[in-house]
Every structure is written in C-alpha cells, then in structure tokens.
C-alpha cells in the first residue's frame, strides 16, 4: 500500500507506557504512525511505517521545528494523541518547588499548544485530536499539585481548540489506571495514611483495574471510533465510564 492511502496517526511519548502500546496497536492495523519522544522506542525502530524523532516536550521553543521535520510529507492525519505527560513530583502543593510545578505544566500543558499550532500553520488536516488526561484532572485529591493542575488546564485547552478548529474532533481522556513507569514511581512512594490516592492505586496494581500499557492501548484504540460519535468535541470523557451503546 502507498504511504499516502494509509490513516497517518501521530502520538507524542511513544518510547514506554501507553504510547508504545498505542503506537504498536496501530501498526499492527498497518496505519503509518509518527512517534516522539526523548528516547527511542527500540521495539519500533526500523518497523516499516514508523517514523520517530526525538524531541523533548520541555524545550517547547524547538518543538515547531522538529515536529515540522517528523511529519514532512504527511498532509492529514487521521488521528493525533497527545499521549506525553509527567508527574514532577507527588506530594503537598507546598512541599512541592514552584520550578517543579512550571516543568510539569511545559510538558503536559504547554508543550501541547505548540504541537497543535504547528499542525494548524502548517495546514495539515486533523480529524481527530485525543490528549491523554487524568482523573487527577477533576478529583482534587491530596497530593497531585502540578500534575493535577496541569492535566484540568489540558481539558481546558482542548475544549478551547474545539471552539476554534471545527473540522477537527477534539477530546480529553482519562486512560484509567496503566501500569506504567509512572505507576513504578507512584506505587513506589511511601508517604503515610495522609494520600489515600496512593494506597488505592497500590491496591489496583497487579488487578484488571490496572492493565498492562498493551492492554490498556487496546481498549483504547477501540474506544476512539465511539469517541468520536458519541463525546461532544471538546469535552472531557473517562474510559471507565465510556459504555458501548
Ligand atoms: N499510568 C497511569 O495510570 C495513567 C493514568 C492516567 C493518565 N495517564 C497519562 O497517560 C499518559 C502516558 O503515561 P504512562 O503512564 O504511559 O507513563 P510513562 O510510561 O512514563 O510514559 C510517558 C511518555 O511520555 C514521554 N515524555 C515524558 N517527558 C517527555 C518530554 N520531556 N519530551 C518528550 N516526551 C516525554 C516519555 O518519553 P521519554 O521519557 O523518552 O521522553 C514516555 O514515552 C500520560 O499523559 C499520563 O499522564 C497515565
């Protein structure tokens, strides 16, 4: 098939966790994927149809460039997952440095408007745009600071850019739970009975109710055809609460 008959898709974070399981699924389903991240993903490099480069999502000043330089040659993408976040570091918002707190918002917030500017000057076409939220993005639970705060301003953005790229499906998503490098730090922490949050995720690690990041890619994968019917675009969904009709 030529490259140009296949559903580009783009997805930032794709060298662990649930990007790399993303970005295997749709090769799988033979779609050309487009992946960045700071380090390579060293299972999908080489496969045909992957094009990665690495870009760091915290220099959000060289991102324009770079990511002009990944998807040259592509005029639509049929799906862009703005897949990269981090946590900084959990704990009290005042236990937490105020440099700390910006780095998050660079990567999980900031560094997102630059990607969609980009796609939008550089007129390619999107028909799809899924960020990878958080239910940290509305509970409000003791310990998430930046990464809550970063992950509530993201469903924000994406109801913004709703409003304005109307050709363009646009949602926040909550993944669920995803037992990743960032459940590795979370589960890890041990910081009392004062952040319950912690005591329940490392309840779920090891349970259905925290799939592996394969699994996890798959039902997701298979959620965003329902997303794009069914959720208002710009508006926040949860996968845990998503129903088939
Ligand atoms: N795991 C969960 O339970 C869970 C729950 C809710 C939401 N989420 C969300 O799911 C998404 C994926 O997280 P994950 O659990 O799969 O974590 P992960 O395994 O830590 O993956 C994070 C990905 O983001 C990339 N990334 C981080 N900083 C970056 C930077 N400065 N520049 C470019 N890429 C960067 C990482 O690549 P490099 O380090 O190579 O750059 C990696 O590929 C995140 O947005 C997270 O907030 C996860």
Same mark, same amino acid.
């Given at each position: 098939m030529d490259r140009t008959e296949r559903k580009n898709v783009l997805i930032t974070g794709v060298s662990s966790g649930l990007g790399l399981g993303l970005a295997k699924v749709f090769l799988q389903q033979n779609w050309t994927v487009y992946g960045l991240s700071r380090a390579e993903p060293k299972a999908l490099i080489g496969k045909e149809n992957f094009h990665f480069s690495s870009i760091d999502l915290a220099q959000t000043e060289r991102i324009q460039e770079k990511l002009q330089g990944l998807v040259a040659g592509a005029s639509n993408f049929h799906l862009d997952i703005l897949n990269a976040g981090i946590i900084g570091r959990f704990g009290d918002m005042s236990a937490v440095p105020l440099k700390t707190m910006k780095a998050v918002m660079e990567v999980n917030l900031w560094a997102n408007k630059v990607i969609l500017d980009t796609l939008v000057t550089s007129e390619i076409q999107m028909r799809q745009v899924v960020a990878i939220s958080s239910g940290a993005s509305t509970s409000g639970s003791r310990g998430w600071n930046a990464y809550g705060i970063s992950k509530a301003a993201l469903n924000m953005l994406i109801k913004l850019y709703a409003k304005e790229q109307v050709n363009t499906h646009f949602c926040s998503l909550a993944p669920g739970l995803v037992d990743s490098n960032m459940q590795d730090y979370l589960c890890g922490l041990d910081m009392g009975e004062n952040f319950q949050t912690l005591e329940i995720l490392k309840s779920k690690r090891k349970t259905p109710e925290m799939p592996s990041p394969d699994a996890a890619a798959e039902?997701?994968?298979?959620? +965003?055809?329902?997303? +794009?019917t069914r959720v208002p675009s710009g508006d926040f969904a949860d996968?845990?609460?998503l129903r088939p009709d």
């Open positions: 039902t997701l994968v298979k959620s +965003f055809a329902d997303i +794009f996968i845990r609460t």
